[in-house]
């Protein structure tokens, strides 16, 4: 039953988009084997790579505005199946393209600048590379195996550039906990694989498009086309299984863990793999699998998504590292997409993860930015460039760095006019929707958290703007902060330039205008989610009244509590180490999350891992070692048997013989000579007469 | 020559090592370069093979192995009880072809990686040399007695070359070693005796009753004549012609009626059926080699006292005789059996995995956390091979020459650090990749090669295990979920590793020198390039090897799935 797989031809849109791909590849090949006095240069030529996939990946994205162009050829063959992989370029993996190429290409410039000097300056920019490739990998792959090779690679390079300064000791640690969670939640992921292999036979997203539209659901169970039949659990444990996989890779609750730790990269690298893109692969994820998800798994995708939001948001609140305070909120933000990727806000998540990429990553840069003048300035040892309270004032030595940080903060509120308004108004919306849809207040638990996560997010980035820009400097300054080079600056303008509205959308205050947003299709699922919308529609101003009114009340309650005349302003300094109560503590310790798996899952594992050993040792080989030495003393005793008994036996014989011979040898004569002659003539009849 | 490809490679070595025990003795770099030139020629030899290879089943079919080799060996006639008899019978198809590739290249870097050696180099290089004709012969006979000539002689210098030549437990790892080895070969014996007593060979009884006069002159036909009188009890026994030919014992319908191991009357022994129980004799005495929790304790301890080249040998082929001869023999001739304990087979398979990681992560001693990590994923062989599907086996198969590849390779890099610091345990290193970059690269690579990173060879072998385990017909599906946590669990061990003994600030200590820590030297770069391309090559063309297996796997699925349930019908009936 060899599968008949008809292969794709390569057309120019598709080749133009492997090129974008081999382009950063070859970088990472060409740095590697390079020399070390030419890592200048090589930096230099990876930024130009990288210029030149931004170009080709918008040639690419305007072709594919309006048709899907789909390559496919044969990988291997394994026993009757045939494996292939290819490329499938739609408009958001277009559109993806275009955005991981593009803050790639920012962020190989800002590098150049940031990295100078660095001992592992020519490590770093190949791997850059490398995680460039793998993202495009996952962006253009056209089957869930292959997304899943590149999910890996992704995973691999982040360890590496999490661990790149890997002397130091927490680095190394955020970097094995950054890939090991990422592994817990690739179990999902291949047991989703392994089940849509057994229903379907194939990972190729477009057969898995068509096949699930033909699929079938009776009796509790999930027959496809082909009339496989499986128990329709299994149609939601796929979804979730496979959604476990973003769940690692995009820092969602229960598994965000990693990302604050992975702050211990480069900031340019968290710009680019924690913020802009390889965090958001898992909502991409998502939307690439969406037919794949039924009613269950959208619901829990939802529910996974708005309690990650309302957590993250919570978290940054308190935190006291610039970077800390971003990371947190990228995970909020992703639950913001993931949130609507549930609610079958497809189109608005998918804009939100664009609009995200650009401002999130402004946001870090700018706070690298920050890190590298402060550090320039101070290069002392135990002064911690990343801290907010080495800060404060630095409205007036950075000013650019100041503006840049403003206007994507504002993007990241979701301050009217700004990106971040229209993309996470268009998911609050379809939120409200969602819920009504439901005929259960229960559901309404995910505006709430949505909206909530509006008025918490305006608070902690007026903070972070507040204590970082404004009032005075705190921390020691050894030589004057300056701003950065033109470099680092124009880097910056061009990111702020991208959080401005009508960059997304003609008209600022309406997301439905968004050229995105009119233009990419939500994917017709099997299970139709199309039915939920239709009931209710809430007017979209009120939906925007609500969320600029909360947020303009967090902005002047973060302003009185936070202002740099406040007390709290004042007292902000490196000796008020602790938080000050409970709910302070559950928010700085990210809701103690990491010492919840320390005792209860890590503490019992390694409790775990001895007592394999012990059994290993104690009771196995303990039972090896007594059977050996079991049957030591039993060939003793048998030994001793033979001795004693069958021996003593013989001997006895033996000594009677003696005996008798003794009697009898007078009577013949000693004549040993002619006896040894007998003996030997006896012997040689004997062995001709075998043989 | 094309003809005797096969006995090139089996007898070359065996050759070798009597010239290297009539060399002189002060001659040692003699014996070096005769042992890396039988490599050589092997190496050749076995690119001709893979190049001529045509991709064609084998498995149950005579005809479609190739190379074959086959020529009267033992012919006893004991009267009344019919004749005996044995043959010198080797070829190749796709379930033995990526072991003797495997083996060649293993141990062609094993006789690099001995290069140092200089403590009784005649008879350690003899002894390498009998190892090598052995474990090829293992993979290459298709005669019962043969393949256990060869099974058993294996032991002979794997027992000397840890005893004599390893580390400080070397005397109680080598005797654990061989009387582990030799209890399993005892059940595999026991059952070997029982099937010769049960199967006869058609074309040689065919000439005894006449059908014929020479062998070459039977055809199907005759075959069938023969099989069919033989079921209709129709053959006197001394014309019956007892066979080791593990093709033949394929066939059900050589078996002899009313034998021990005769389908329609079933043997109770111990309330078990026969076969039943014989397939669980050869499943306890292979699983020991494989080696399969909880009867792997042998293992760690013969790593960690073996010499490196000894260690590589044993992980990247030894280990792997195990798991080949179980589908040769056991599956193969007891497909009831396969069905029957598939479970069992599935399950040990992923205790194994999960059992084996854990200790791996508890181990101090770096070698023994590799040796631990073997554990683990042979564990996903033997999971693989249980599933009985298309993905499974092929999978099970693409994991042992992958492991093959990897394991070498961590095993060299355990005696990279060893030979510097003659000191293996982690807590002792810090900050190695400051100190040794380019080792640390190496260590990377194969760590993350076998973690199953796509890219290499480990994930297509995985990712295939989990994926057949899921759809097996045979397995509950609890098991590839539960199996799932090896991913993360090597993931655990082996990043552990690398963040406590090479990442954080260079320190080290129980008096290690930083002037002994010498990066890698070219000898050892040459040991590891040719791993590193083979495992990457066959992690992104997985073709390489899969079009030599294919075939096969097919065949040996189909027949496995359709005999066994036949098979087990007429027990049960």
New interface residues.
């Given amino acids: 039953m060899t599968q008949v797989n008809d292969i794709l031809d390569w057309n120019p849109v598709t080749i133009m988009a492997l090129l974008v791909f081999c382009l950063p590849l070859l970088s990472f090949i060409i740095i590697s084997i390079s020399k070390e006095k030419h890592q200048v240069l090589m930096s230099w030529l990876a930024s130009l790579t990288m210029l030149m996939a931004s170009l080709l990946s918008i040639a690419v994205l305007l072709q594919a505005w309006s048709e899907v162009y789909h390559t496919k050829f044969t990988?291997?063959?394994?026993?009757?199946?045939i494996f292939t992989m290819g490329l499938l370029i739609d408009l958001p993996a277009a559109l993806m393209l275009v955005t991981v190429n593009f803050i790639a290409f920012l962020v190989h410039l800002f590098s150049i600048e940031y990295m100078k000097g660095d001992e592992g300056y020519k490590r770093y920019f190949a791997f850059l590379g490398l995680f460039t490739a793998s993202m495009i990998g996952i962006v253009l792959a056209d089957n869930l195996?292959v997304i899943?090779?590149?999910w890996?690679?992704v995973g691999?390079s982040s360890?590496l550039l999490i661990?790149h300064w890997?002397?130091?000791?927490k680095?190394?640690?955020a970097?094995?906990k950054a890939?090991?969670v990422n592994?817990?939640g690739?179990?999902g992921f291949?047991?989703g694989?392994?089940?849509i292999?057994?229903q379907f036979n194939t990972f190729d997203l477009v057969e898995l498009y068509s096949l699930m539209g033909n699929i079938q659901v009776a009796d509790g169970m999930w027959i496809s086309a082909s009339g496989s039949s499986l128990s329709l659990i299994w149609l939601t444990v796929a979804g979730i299984a496979l959604f476990f996989g973003a769940i690692g890779k995009s820092a969602q609750f229960p598994l965000q863990i990693w990302l604050p730790d992975a702050m211990e990269g480069p900031t340019p690298v968290s710009a680019l793999i924690h913020a802009a893109t390889m965090v958001a692969a898992g909502v991409y994820l998502v939307a690439r699998i969406f037919v794949l998800l039924n009613i269950d798994a959208l619901t829990f995708i939802a529910f996974t998504g708005a309690i990650t939001a309302m957590m993250g948001a919570v978290a940054a609140l308190t935190q006291n590292d610039i970077k800390k305070v971003l990371a947190f909120s990228t995970i909020s933000q992703l639950g913001y997409m993931l949130m609507g990727m549930g609610v079958g806000a497809y189109d608005a998540a998918l804009f939100h993860l664009f609009t995200h990429a650009f401002f999130k990553a402004g946001l870090f840069l700018a706070a690298g930015s920050i890190i590298h003048s402060l550090h320039l300035s101070n290069q002392a040892n135990d002064f911690d460039a990343q801290d907010m309270r080495n800060m404060g004032g630095l409205r007036k030595s950075v000013p650019v760095t100041f503006i840049a940080y403003v206007l994507c903060g504002l993007a990241l509120m979701g301050m009217p006019i700004f990106s971040g308004f229209l993309s996470k108004d268009a998911i609050l919306l379809d939120t409200l929707t969602w819920a009504n849809a439901h005929q259960s207040m229960f559901f309404y638990l995910i505006p709430i958290l949505g909206f909530g996560s509006v008025l918490i997010t305006a608070v902690y980035v007026s903070r972070q703007i507040l204590l970082v820009f404004f009032g005075e400097f705190k921390g020691q300054e050894v030589k004057s902060i300056k701003e950065n080079s033109l470099l680092i600056k124009g880097v910056l303008l061009i990111l702020s330039i991208m959080a401005i509205g009508v960059c997304w959308s003609i008209n600022p205050f309406y997301s439905e205008m968004s050229w995105l947003m009119s233009h990419i299709e939500i994917p017709s699922s099997a299970f139709d989610i199309g039915m939920l919308s239709a009931s209710f529609a809430p007017s979209h101003l009120m939906v925007s009244l609500i969320s600029t009114s909360l947020l303009l009340t967090g902005v002047v309650f973060a302003y009185l509590k936070y202002r740099p005349e406040g007390q709290y302003f004042r007292n902000y300094s490196l000796e008020t180490l602790k938080p000050q109560n409970f709910w302070q503590s559950l928010s700085y310790e990210n809701w103690y999350l990491d010492q919840f798996y320390q005792t209860v899952f890590i503490n019992p594992f390694h409790k775990?891992?001895?007592f394999?050993?012990a059994i290993?040792t104690h009771i196995?080989?303990r039972m090896?070692n007594l059977f050996?030495m079991g049957s030591v003393i039993f060939s003793y005793i048998v030994a001793w048997f033979d001795r004693a008994f069958v021996d003593g036996t013989v001997n006895a014989v033996v000594f009677l013989t003696g005996r008798v011979g003794t009697a009898t040898r007078s009577i013949h004569g000693s004549k040993a000579q002619s006896y040894i002659l007998a003996a030997v003539i006896g012997l040689i009849i004997i062995i001709f007469l075998i043989f | 020559m094309q003809n005797y490809l096969l006995s090139i490679l089996i007898f070359l070595p065996v050759f070798a090592a009597f010239v290297t025990l009539i060399l002189p003795k002060n001659k040692s770099i003699w014996y070096r370069y005769l042992a890396l030139g039988v490599s050589t020629i092997q190496l050749l030899v076995i690119v001709m093979i893979f190049i001529l290879f045509k991709p064609s089943a084998g498995v149950n079919n005579t005809d479609t192995f190739q190379f074959v080799e086959k020529v009267q060996w033992i012919s006893l006639d004991l009267s009344s009880f019919g004749k005996i008899s044995a043959e010198y019978f080797v070829g190749v198809d796709g379930l033995s072809i990526g072991m003797v590739i495997l083996s060649v290249i293993v141990f062609f870097i094993a006789v690099i990686s001995s290069w140092k050696v200089n403590d009784r180099a005649k008879g350690y290089f003899s002894l390498l040399l009998i190892l090598n004709a052995s474990v090829i012969g293992c993979f290459l006979a298709l005669d019962f007695l043969l393949f256990y000539l060869f099974f058993e002689f294996m032991l002979l210098p794997m027992y000397f070359l840890i005893g004599l030549w390893g580390g400080p437990r070397r005397e109680y790892a080598s005797i654990?070693f061989f009387?582990?080895t030799l209890l399993g070969s005892v059940l595999i014996l026991i059952v070997m005796i029982a099937l010769n007593l049960s199967t006869i060979n058609p074309a040689q009884t065919a000439v005894e009753i006449g059908l014929v006069t020479h062998t070459e002159q039977v055809t199907p036909e005759v075959v069938d004549q023969v099989q069919q009188l033989l079921q209709q009890k129709a053959i006197d026994s001394e014309n019956m012609v007892h066979t080791f030919n593990l093709v033949y014992m394929t066939d059900a319908k050589n078996l002899i009626p009313e034998s021990i191991m005769d389908l329609g009357l079933t043997k109770l022994i111990f309330s078990y059926p026969a076969r039943m129980l014989a397939f669980l004799l050869l499943f306890v005495g292979f699983a020991i080699k494989i080696p399969i929790v909880?009867l792997h304790?042998?293992l760690p301890d013969a790593h960690v006292e073996a010499p490196t080249a000894i260690s590589v040998i044993l992980a990247g082929v030894l280990l792997k005789v195990g798991a080949y001869g179980l589908i040769r023999t056991g599956i193969l001739i007891f497909p009831d059996g396969a069905l029957n304990y598939a479970w069992l087979m599935g399950m040990l398979g992923t205790v194994s995995i999960i059992?084996g990681a854990?200790?791996a992560?508890?181990?101090k001693d770096l070698k023994r956390l590799i040796a631990y990590s073997s554990v683990s994923h042979m564990g996903f062989v033997m999971l693989g091979i249980a599933a009985l599907n298309?993905?499974g086996v092929?999978g099970g198969i693409y994991q042992m020459v992958s492991h093959g590849i990897i394991s070498s390779a961590l095993f060299l890099i355990a005696g990279v650090i060893y030979d510097r610091t003659h000191n293996r345990m982690i807590e002792n290193y810090s900050?190695l990749?400051?100190v040794m970059p380019k080792y640390s690269v190496v260590v990377v690579i194969f760590f993350?090669a076998s973690l199953g990173?796509?890219?290499f060879s480990g994930?297509i072998a995985e990712?295939?295990v989990?994926?057949g385990?899921?759809?097996s017909m045979v397995l509950p599906k609890w098991m590839?979920?539960v199996a799932?946590?090896g991913?993360?669990l090597s993931?655990?061990y082996f990043?552990?590793t690398?963040?406590r003994m090479?990442?954080?600030?260079?320190h080290f200590k129980a008096g290690i020198e930083k002037s002994a820590l010498v990066d890698i030297t070219s000898r050892e770069w040459l040991m590891f390039v040719p791993l590193m391309v083979l495992t990457v090559l066959l992690g992104i063309?997985?073709?390489i090897l899969?079009?030599l297996i294919?075939e096969s796997?097919?065949t040996f699925?189909d027949f496995v799935n359709t005999a066994g349930l036949e098979n087990l019908k007429q027990i049960i009936k």
Avoid: C, H
Wanted: proline residues 3%; glycine residues 6%.
């Fill in positions: 990988w291997f063959q394994w026993a009757e199946y195996l899943f090779v590149f890996e690679l691999l360890y661990g890997f002397s130091k000791e680095a190394a640690k970097a094995t890939f090991i592994r817990i690739d179990i291949v047991i694989l392994s089940i292999w057994l775990i891992t001895s394999a050993k290993d196995i080989d090896v050996g | 654990k009387l582990y909880p304790t042998w059992y854990l200790n992560i508890a181990s298309t993905e092929g900050g990749a400051s993350f990173l796509p890219g994930f990712i295939f989990l994926i385990a899921l759809s590839m979920i799932t946590f991913l993360v993931a655990v990043l552990w690398i963040q090479f990442f954080g600030k260079s063309f997985p073709n899969l079009k294919n796997v097919i699925v």
